[in-house]
């Protein structure tokens, strides 16, 4: 999970520097959002399915969409 979390602070950040600012509260709050979403896709991957691997999958999919 804190690959995860690396990486979308690393892409929030870098927008903020490219566009010369600092992030946007309602960038911060998806930020979070999506932190709590993907604790949430984990929980139920490994209790539901059994697999959570296939979260991680999920997850760093998420991540390229994001970039």
Known sequence: MSEIEFRIAEILGRSAIENDMEVPK???QLA???RYLATQLRIICKIEIGDEKMADVILKQAID???
Request: proline share 0%; glycine share 0%.
């Open 26 to 28: 309602d960038v911060q």
């Open 65 to 67: 969409i994001l970039k």
């Open 32 to 34: 979070q959002a999506t």
